[in-house]
């Protein structure tokens, strides 16, 4: 790995120096002062509501040896007692920081791996950094610290890492523009367009070209999308003469493919050509969106030639990033907790999921898909379609637009005994605390801020 020094940051920032030694190597870099480490770099960022540059002087006291800060008059400062660390002012820190990691990725040539989509980003980036690990040493986005401050702290965590895998998320137009810039990506992932954000771009239509700004900071790269998905699956027919695209699915004819799909309550199994061979892959967490996930990092896998064995340990030991797809069995109960967000394309493959538990009681407690802005009704009648077409026994809501799941569900022909509406979130819990009995098997979903998450946890606290 090549370390860089203040002076470089003087250049590439067109920084000020206000005291300390230009040939000092910053190795290490962080924002938060109750997080800072001896020798770090604090680069102090300002938001809408908070403003890390007035703690400078905080970060240095606790072991930082170098702050990068913006609008501080050193003139009425007294820098006497830390005149053995460096200061470096510039105009805009934010601005400093994309410079930086863009430095960084610039002078360390290594694979960079990016990922964006609808919905799934965190739980590929997790299966994809899986398969990649067992032949390199591996840097992934840590959570889902996907934006324009978590990817460029991403990319300054880079040590001897061999390959790094980025996540990249968006809410508007022009911001993974932003990120493909910074990591100049090698090969680009687009794992599904859906309807997240949508109020926010108007259309379908409109966040496909949102995602293919992962492209803008890429110089020929590999393309992998998911061919399955009708969007994505026009673009490459549109595209694939003349750009390298490669494509994964289940249902429409793709380069990776799973073949013979066997859909279990604790995972899958499936057949794909490997390098040439015809393998049998166990995924070992359950619904098709994680075999697609699979099958994206078998892509991967391929382009950065890891052999067959080696992608399969990886996707046979993967791991997700923690409140995706949480499942807990307590006696006799079963608790899908997948609510730390939702859209309406995660929701189907959630209820998809459910389904498979066809001996049993299936009840989903659903709450607001937001971002929707005008689509809210619709998605939201779209989800109670699916709610009765996958053949949930009990459906509990709450929120505003929830409503329209309910009412649409009705609609479908569910009977009403078994659907049940709350305007406080907290009546959700009395009732299943006095009806759930063993052999249930409960599904939590909705967009994290309906902190439905919290609500299945403590649900599981009540019958442990």
């Not at 300390?20 to 002062?33: M, P």
């Not at 259309?203 to 999308?225: H, M, Q, V, Y």
């Not at 998911?226 to 673009?235: I, R």
């Not at 003349?242 to 429409?252: C, L, P, R, S």
Request: with cysteine; hydrophobic share 40%.
């Amino acid at each position: 790995m090549k370390n860089i020094t203040v002076e470089e940051i003087l250049k590439i920032t067109s920084g000020e120096l206000i005291i300390g030694d230009k040939k000092l190597i910053c190795e290490n870099f962080s924002k938060d002062t109750r997080q800072i480490k001896e020798n770090d770099t604090y680069i102090g960022i300002k938001g809408e509501n908070f403003d890390g540059n007035i703690f400078w002087r905080e970060a240095l006291e606790k072991g930082a040896k170098c702050v990068i800060i913006q609008n501080i008059d050193f003139s009425k400062e007294k820098l006497n007692d830390i005149s053995n660390k460096t200061i470096i002012k510039v105009e805009n820190t934010l601005n400093a920081l994309y410079k930086i990691a863009a430095y960084k990725r610039k002078i360390n040539n290594i694979p960079v791996v990016a990922i964006t989509g609808s919905v799934g980003k965190t739980s590929t980036k997790d299966m994809i950094a899986s398969v990649v690990s067992q032949k390199y040493k591996t840097l992934k986005t840590i959570g889902n610290n996907n934006n324009n401050i978590g990817l460029p702290f991403t990319i300054l965590r880079l040590k001897d890492e061999e390959v790094m895998i980025l996540e990249m998320g968006m809410n508007h137009f022009g911001e993974i523009s932003l990120l493909s810039k910074i990591a100049k990506p090698n090969i680009c992932v687009i794992t599904n367009i859906g309807t997240s954000h949508i109020g926010n771009l108007g259309s379908r239509e409109n966040i496909l070209k949102a995602k293919l700004e992962i492209l803008d900071g890429a110089e020929k790269p590999t393309i992998i999308i998911n061919n399955d998905n009708d969007l994505l699956h026009k673009w490459y027919v549109e595209n694939k003469e003349n750009k390298n695209i490669i494509t994964f699915g289940i249902e429409n004819e793709s380069d990776i493919m799973a073949k013979q799909l066997e859909l279990h309550h604790n995972g899958s199994e499936y057949k794909c050509n490997i390098n040439g061979k015809n393998v049998n892959v166990k995924v070992p967490i359950a619904g098709e969106h994680f075999v697609l996930n699979a099958l994206c990092a078998t892509t991967v896998g391929k382009v950065l030639n890891i052999d067959e064995n080696k992608i399969l340990d990886g996707i046979a030991s993967v791991e997700l990033t923690k409140k995706r797809m949480d499942i807990t069995e307590k006696n006799g109960i079963t608790i899908i907790n997948d609510a730390y967000n939702a859209s309406l394309e995660s929701i189907k493959a959630s209820l998809k999921y459910l389904q498979t538990f066809k001996n049993n009681r299936k009840i989903a407690i659903l709450g607001d898909i937001l971002e929707l802005g005008n689509y809210s009704e619709d998605l939201h009648r779209k989800v109670g379609m699916e709610v009765v077409k996958e053949g949930v026994d009990i459906l509990i809501c709450y929120g505003k637009a929830s409503k329209y799941i309910v009412e649409q569900a009705k609609k479908e022909g569910m009977k009403e005994k078994n659907i049940y509406y709350f305007s406080e979130k907290e009546e959700i819990l009395e009732l299943l605390k006095k009806e759930i009995k063993r052999g249930d098997v409960l599904l939590f979903k909705a967009s994290n801020a309906m902190k439905f998450f919290d609500l299945a946890t403590e649900l599981v606290e009540y019958i442990s």
